[in-house]
Structures are given as C-alpha cells and as structure tokens.
C-alpha cells in the first residue's frame, strides 16, 4: 500500500520577482507601471454597489470581452479574457499544444513557458537566441507541435519585424502561433493585422504593463473564433467565473479612456529613451529595448555588483542567474525623477 | 501534414448555471446569497488607493491567508487560497489526483469533478448514492486514486456526520481525501478538526455562498502543510498572482466580521427552515437540506412543469437534466419575501 504522498504532482514552480515593500523603495524589479491606472478606476471603485458583490460574474466577462473587441476593431467572438497573461498563457497551452511533437520557443524568453509547458506535459525545445538575443528564423522551419514568442521579448526587451514574425507563421501553418504582446504597447509593432490573415494566430495582451492594473488581472487574447471557442471550453472547464466582478469594470473603463493610456506610455517611452541615452554614457552595454524595460550589462562592472549595491540603497532591479543572461540586468521604467536616482546611484557604483 | 486544429483539446465544458438579468427577477438558481456582504466592503472600495492597482498583487495573498488562518485557528501554513473554491478545487484535483487508479465521488454530486478529472484525464468512477441520496460508505473501501465528497452534498444539500466522513477517511489513508465544504456555514457539522487528526485531508470551503461574495472570486483550502505547500507549487506554475488586489483586502475585512457573518446566515437558516414547512404543505418531497438551496420534487407535478411557468413570472430556480434527478428543482434561499412570492407561486402551479 502506497502513501498519498505517491500521487502528488511534483513541480519546480515559477518564481516571481520578489514584493519587496519598503515606503522609500524605488521598484523597478517587475516591469510595473510608474503611473497611476486611469482616473476612470477610482470613479469605478466610489460608484460600485457593493450589494452586487453577492453575485456571480457574468461567466463571459462579456463587458470587459466587448470593450478589447471593438479598441481593436474585432469581433467579440475574437476574444478571450483572462485572470492577467498568464493565465490566458496557461490556458493557451493546455488548449493548444496537446501533440506529441515539442513545441518551441527561444532559450531565453519569458521564463514561465518552460514551467506550463512541464505542468501540462508538452514537449518543447528551447531554440538558441543570437549572439545579439535576435531569433534566427529557419530554426523554426522544422516539424513541431507549436510555436511561442514573446515580442517584444522578455527579458531582453527585443523586438523582431512583422516581416519576421509573418515569415515564420507562413512555415508553421499545421500548428497554433503564440505571440506573447505582453510589452507591445511601448513599440508601435504590434502584430494585431496577422490574425486577419493567419487563422493559426493568437495574440496575448495584458493590461499589467502599459495600463498600470498589474494588481486587478487582466489579461486577453485576440485570434479567430475557432481558437477562442477551444480557449473557452478549457476555461469553462477549469474555473467558470474567472474574472471578478470589479475586474471586468475596471478593465472595461481602463480600456475606453485612450487618452490617458496614450499619455503614460508615451510618457515611458520618453523616460525610457533619456534612460537608455544615460546608461551607454555610462558604460552600459544593450539592445535596443521596445518595452518597459532596459537589459543590460556594464562593460566593466558585474551585474551581481551592481544589484548588490543598488539593493543596499532600496533601488530594486531584477537579475537572473541563467547561463548567457547572467551578468545583465533587468531595470524596469519608473518615473523620470526615479530614474535619475538610479542614474545617480549607478554612477557611483561603477566609477 | 496534420492542421493546427489536430492538436486542440476536445472538451466538454461545465455549464454554469444562467445568469439571467431582469429587473424584477427573483434569482433563486445559482445559490447565491440574498443578502449583500458586511459593511466592511463598502469601506474598502470607498478607502482603496487605487494607485496601488498599478503594482502586482502579494503572490502568497498573506493578508487573506492571515485572516483564514486566524478564523480557523490554523497557522498560516495550513491555508491555501484561489480564484473561488472551482479554483481550489481544480489545483487540488491537479496537485493530489495523479494517479493510474481511478478517484471516486457520488453519482450525484457538484457537476464539476468529473469536468475537472477529464480536462486532466484523471481515471474516475461515480459511485451511486442511495434511494435517498445518502452516500454509502462501504463503497468507499476499495482501493482508489483518491476520494472526493461534498458536504453537504450539491445539489442535494444532505450533509453526512463527521463520524460517517471519518470512516471513509479511516479506510482511505494511502490517498488524499477532499471535503467541499461549499456550503457548510449553512449547518454545523464542519469537519474542521478532521485536518488536525488526518493529514491526508483537505477541507475546500468559499466566500460566494455564506459570505455573499460571489463576485469577487474567493476560496480557500485548509489542511496540513505538505499539502498545501504541494498545491501552492502547482499555483505558482500556473499563474503566480491570481488574486486580485482588491479580492485579498476586501476578503480579509469579511472573514473578520465575524458579527455580520452569524446574523446573515443564520437569517438564511431560518428562511430555509420557513420554506421547507411551506414545500411541505404544497406536497413536495425533499431530504433535510443544511445548504442554502433546497433540493425538491412534487408529488404530482413535473419539475419541467414548475421551472418553466416560475420562469414565466421571472422566477429562475434551477432543474438538471441527468438521471436520478430530473424530476427535482434546486430552490436557492431567497430572502423572505422573496420566498413568499415563490410559494404564492407554487400554490397556483399545483393546484
């Protein structure tokens, strides 16, 4: 006779970057917005009638599902909504790559796709980015039971062309094509027009990042209705009402005031290009980053060093110990006045 | 060359119940409850900073876990919480039930668990339920892959005693045996102190029923904590922050108002008690129900006859079309007067 100990599922989690929770902190460790959400939220928060709390949500999230549809000019049959990207992510794996045939992504990429893909099983193969963290295209020409990149890519903050993107579609038409746009709204690359030409397309969005509601989940995914129908039915099978009720408002509003969301990412995409212009006078070493986010090393200095010291002074930064991507750091976009912070401080540190 | 539909998931979803929406409906269908939730919500919706939004959530959700764990009087090892106990429930079902031998639960039972082992292809067997819809313990012998029971019992609402849930734990030591408490509050039979003497158990509990937040996606597992540290490894490889902020803070004010808590459901104790004598009297037959719903045919008349003319007057109660069970409704406590109105109803539908 066994032990129940036998039959649990045995995991090597993800780990988050970690909370820390200091009042004169500045966090630039989780690619989170500086700015507020849109005032819009707090009009949602005094005006909710908290008697409706009693209630399940509407199980399609229909509000927040017709609100993404029509600010990207689709369907609502063409969307699927989520508990933040990743549970859209997780759901698209366990929908999607049911073969026997690896899927594959990048080796260095978003480090949650080995984690699902070992959760749920699926075989997968992590291709070789470049000596420039650039993807070469022909080494996804080959058989494969489905394909995954995150574009801009995470942690390298690395952009490739529609051309490229469209290229390596045209190659994998047999199976799903993921395209994490986790970070696209601080380019202006999105590959939102393939999924009227490619059926096997889903593009996963989040509202964590350029609109400033990591802490209320909100995640979607855009495709053709055959592939949000199959998104759904596993939903439905796993967690019925998924979203709360606040969650649907909240995004639904977010997602209506275009003008703020303008402001603020545009106001990131400034402060991210004084940044990168501030670490090259510096010595800093990187591409050319379309996201949230700068990843780079210093010519001379170690990046442990540099953590080290920055996390002495409360500056928090995000740096992984995985071969190639060892000495980089990740320094997320904050404020203006946050940033020259850190400029100062890096300055004291590798001088 | 195969077609990316090939490796999809084929799946029969749960079909929630509906969510219809009249104004002057009297919505006894989904088992929610009639009254809305503490004072203590409105507080917090009125006082959150919702600049705080931009930030991710606490991945371990502390401050709910702290306020579970202090209401149970269980160390904040011992508590695990989700996106509403389908959540839990399907992590456990993934975490616990990885096994060649099949899991057993009633025939007639939450609708969910054989949804769950398909969508993780889990072997399972449906053991039937007695004339009365009691379990039978000794069915509960054999060797397995785990058991699941709830109690009460959905959609039945019959509860069994502790002493009768700690047999079937006695004879199943090698597997881990889950309780769903779903709707416990509305009795006083937990079986709460089974998780100090049995380690192999895990009591599933929510906030949409007895807490009357439906809405915002709460529930929550108590057990020892290697089974909790195994569930929440599964957690943080699906999505590592489920919770949405506000779901933690307004969670925690409502599991501390302790006060509130006793008078709405003992106010729906009382109803369900009122409404039984009332059935009665109209000549339906019911076992004791200790939920918030009452599980109910008539004598004379189809239940397809009663659903469909309640729900001419917009009054939604809610009818299975499974063996065994179609002849009966599932009758949600209402308020009073709402169940007043229900049963001048019923007194034209029979007669």
């Keep these: 006779m066994g032990s129940w100990k036998d039959n649990i599922r045995k995991i090597n989690p993800y780990v988050p970057g970690e909370q820390p929770d200091f009042p004169d902190m500045i966090k630039l460790n989780t690619n ?207 967690n019925s009402y998924p979203m709360t009720r606040l969650s649907v408002e909240i995004g639904a509003a977010a997602i209506r005031d275009t003008e703020y969301f303008e402001k603020i990412r545009r106001k990131v995409i400034e402060t991210r290009e004084w940044t990168k212009k501030e670490l090259k006078r510096l010595g800093f070493l990187f591409g050319d980053s379309m996201a949230n986010f700068i990843f780079a090393r210093h010519e001379k200095v170690a990046a442990q060093t540099i953590f080290d010291k920055l996390r002495e002074k409360h500056i928090f930064v995000r740096h992984f110990s995985s071969p190639r991507i060892e000495n980089y750091l990740r320094i997320s976009i904050g404020t203006e006045q946050e940033m020259k912070t850190l400029i100062r401080e890096m300055e004291r540190i590798i001088q």
Tied chains: 1, 2.
């Design 32 to 238: 989170e917005n500086p700015y507020p959400p849109s005032p819009e939220v707090r009009k949602i928060l005094d005006a909710y009638p908290e008697s409706l709390l009693r209630l399940y949500p509407d199980p399609n999230s229909a509000k927040l599902v017709e609100a993404i549809a029509s600010y990207n000019k689709l369907r609502n049959d063409q969307v699927f909504v989520g508990v933040g990207s990743d549970d859209v992510l997780a759901i698209a794996f366990m929908t999607f790559f049911h073969s026997d045939k690896p899927i594959l992504f990048p080796d260095i990429t978003y480090s949650f796709y080995d984690v699902w893909a070992e959760l749920f099983r699926i075989p997968y193969e992590q291709i070789p980015l470049d000596e420039h963290f650039e993807i070469v295209r022909s080494d996804y020409y080959k058989e494969n039971g489905g394909v995954v990149i995150a574009n801009p890519n995470a942690p390298t903050g690395i952009c490739q062309s529609i051309e490229a993107l469209e290229d390596i579609i045209v190659h994998n038409q047999n199976v799903v094509v993921i395209l994490d746009e986790a970070y696209i709204d601080f380019s202006n690359m999105s590959a939102r027009k393939l999924i009227d030409r490619y059926e096997n397309v889903l593009i996963v969005q989040t509202y964590s990042k350029s609109r400033s509601l990591a802490g209320m989940r909100i995640g979607h995914a855009m495709g053709n209705p055959e592939l949000i129908a199959a998104m759904n039915d596993v939903r439905f099978s796993f």
